[in-house]
């Protein structure tokens, strides 16, 4: 019985071990942009978003060999094991953080550059039923705000940024802030995006004008008493 123990064990600390090397890139981001992280250990063993990414990683494997029905099972397990639904032929980059997770969905066609951070509830889908690339691009050091909804073949550009339950329709450029439904751009003065935003405090232009308006309307009653 003993030995049966030690075997588990020596085989549960060479397989964390791999992982920890073969997905160090993953482990770090969420060191970095997660600051309930405390250990390397407690991020192998309690993060989902970064179980999905294990499944998806041979999921995508198996569906780039054409294996047939096995990698799409796979996506389905990952679904049910962790919450966040990934299709097996999504193109992933290195050091993506999938922050709590929960009700993430990644399109067949997604391409996902390096570094990004999706939070719960975000959504890189399709619209219509049209064949092809259906789904969105999403460049490096990318944020996008929970419940977030990014649909379509588009491009969202390096170092952007998408607040909380906006919805992205249209292509975004390099150094922006997306707010809104439908989602409304406004540049950063070519600064890059900072990955830990306050989601509170993102800044929309709509409410900007709005705001000058009621200081112009409110100069004007002034000046008319």
């Given at each position: ?17 791999v992982?920890?090397?073969v ?101 890189l ?9 259906r ?63 306050d ?27």
């Amino acid at each position: 019985m003993l030995e049966i123990i030690m075997t588990l064990f020596i085989g549960f600390v060479l397989a964390v071990s791999v992982v920890a090397v073969v997905f160090k890139d993953e482990v770090r981001s969420t060191r970095e942009r997660d600051p309930a992280a405390t250990n390397i250990l407690e991020i192998l063993l309690t993060y989902a978003g970064l179980h999905a990414l294990i499944l998806h990683r041979i999921a995508h494997v198996l569906w780039n060999m054409k294996v047939p029905f096995f990698p799409r099972w796979l996506s389905q397990f990952n679904r049910w094991l962790t919450g966040i639904e990934i299709h097996p032929a999504a193109k992933i980059g290195k050091g993506l953080f999938i922050d709590h997770g929960m009700g993430v969905v990644i399109g067949e066609t997604t391409v996902i550059g390096d570094n990004v951070t999706l939070y719960q509830g975000v959504t890189l889908g399709g619209t219509g039923k049209e064949k092809g690339k259906r789904h969105p691009n999403i460049g490096d050091n990318v944020v996008i705000g929970a419940g977030a909804k990014i649909l379509g073949n588009i491009t969202m550009g390096d170092n952007s940024y998408v607040g909380a339950n906006a919805v992205v329709i249209k292509d975004v450029p390099p150094n922006s802030t997306v707010v809104g439904v439908p989602g409304r751009v406004t540049k950063q003065d070519g600064k890059k995006m900072e990955t830990m935003l306050d989601h509170v405090h993102v800044f929309d232009p709509i409410m900007q004008k709005i705001e000058e308006l009621q200081n112009r309307i409110d100069n004007l009653e002034k000046d008319n008493k």
